[in-house]
């Protein structure tokens, strides 16, 4: 059974910082893109991140580049994404996605293979 699970959601302060993981299973990830998606309350889900097979490449949107990394480790089946400089309009459900493709920039969600449960990020102003 393929699983993405997020972890490392939680609340933090404006300017403050989190790092959130996720952890594949049931397949090996390392040659598909791997990506984050938000949803807040009343709104559709956004992207945020993708990052290539091998981390060489990653691609933002506007709204968090600057603030946001996104990286992996193949080793350990897991893509990280890195919160610096939190804004209460950051505050969403945030997804772990894949793409059995090596490198993938679409921003629709319809356009990814696999998603996670997600895990809540609270920015408190």
């Known amino acids: 059974q393929v699983q993405l699970v997020e972890s490392g959601g939680g609340l933090v302060q404006a300017g403050g910082s989190l790092r959130l993981s996720c952890a594949a299973s049931?397949?090996?990830?390392?040659?598909?893109?791997m990506g984050w998606f938000r949803q807040a309350p009343g709104k559709e889900r956004e992207f945020i991140a993708t990052?290539?097979?091998?981390?060489?490449?990653?691609y933002y949107a506007d709204s968090v580049k600057g603030r946001f990394t996104i990286s992996r480790d193949n080793a350990k089946n897991t893509v990280y994404l890195q919160m610096n400089s939190l804004k209460p309009e950051d505050t969403a459900v945030y997804y772990c996605?894949?793409?059995?493709?090596?490198?993938?920039?679409?921003?629709?969600?319809?356009?990814?293979?696999?998603w996670g449960q997600g895990t809540q990020v609270t920015v408190s102003s």
């Open positions: 990052i290539s097979w091998s981390g060489g490449s990653t």
């Open positions: 996605v894949a793409k059995t493709i090596k490198y993938y920039t679409a921003t629709r969600p319809h356009d990814y293979d696999y």
């Open positions: 049931g397949r090996t990830f390392s040659s598909d893109t």
